[in-house]
């Protein structure tokens, strides 16, 4: 079955880079996405990856995927408090555009 | 501002009563999918439509149902509230059903069911 996993939280200084990490289990996802949720927000789509890349970089954000042993990263190099979120790893699953979500990761960022 | 809006953003229902919670797509988005978010969790897909069709449900009870309209705003219906019910309802339109095609969220539905 599908499941993704992420630890549930991350602190980091301001100015530090973030890595959060995902795991996660149906090998057949063509994309992995993050996304970012703040406090009474819908999500927002950061970024995707298609799964014969592996690695993906957007200004501060950098996407490593390792289709071997079904895990993705997040890199978010300097770190700033606007940065504190919630942070979903999703998988497409299915024919459809059917996204499963993984639990999670709190980003607190301490100034 | 994503342009996908939805109403209300907050509900309170007795269990048992249905409910309908209603999106607004971005202007052009052909397909709709809608979520269950509950606290503390990840978004679980419902199901999803696109031009007027359902195209895809995930692991949802059939009380779970939903519409899309001519003008691609879409409804979810609820019935027979129970009270794990409570949680967020994000909606998100797209352009097209493709996984590279991103999809815009709303701010959601917060339910709680009591």
């Known amino acids: 079955g599908e499941d993704v996993e992420q630890s549930l939280f991350l602190s980091v200084r301001e100015g530090d880079s973030s890595v959060i990490n995902c795991t996660y289990t149906?090998?057949?996802?063509?994309?992995l996405y993050w996304y970012k949720q703040e406090p009474g927000a819908g999500l927002q789509l950061l970024t995707y990856?298609?799964?014969?890349?592996d690695m993906k970089q957007d200004q501060r954000l950098t996407v490593l995927l390792n289709k071997k042993d079904k895990h993705l990263s997040l890199r978010i190099a300097d770190t700033q408090t606007g940065d504190s979120a919630i942070y979903f790893c999703?998988?497409?699953?299915?024919?459809?555009?059917?996204?499963?979500f993984g639990t999670g990761t709190k980003l607190q960022v301490i100034p | 501002e994503t342009g996908v809006t939805q109403s209300p953003t907050h509900l309170i229902k007795t269990r048992g009563q249905q409910v309908t919670l209603r999106c607004s797509s971005q202007?052009?988005?052909?397909?709709v999918s809608w979520y269950q978010q509950a606290l503390g969790q990840g978004p679980q897909f419902i199901f999803q439509?696109?031009?007027?069709?359902?195209?895809g449900r995930g692991n949802f009870p059939p009380r779970f149902s939903g519409l899309q309209f001519p003008n691609y705003s879409s409804e979810l219906n609820v019935n027979a509230l129970e009270l794990d019910d409570s949680a967020l309802y994000l909606c998100?339109?797209?352009?097209?059903?493709?996984?590279?095609?991103?999809?815009?969220f709303g701010q959601g539905t917060r339910l709680t069911v009591v």
């Open positions: 998100a339109s797209s352009l097209g059903r493709g996984f590279d095609t991103e999809a815009f």
């Open positions: 990856i298609f799964s014969n890349m």
């Open positions: 999703a998988e497409d699953s299915g024919g459809y555009q059917k996204v499963t």
């Open positions: 202007s052009g988005h052909n397909t």
């Open positions: 149906d090998s057949s996802s063509t994309y």
């Open positions: 439509y696109y031009r007027e069709e359902e195209n």
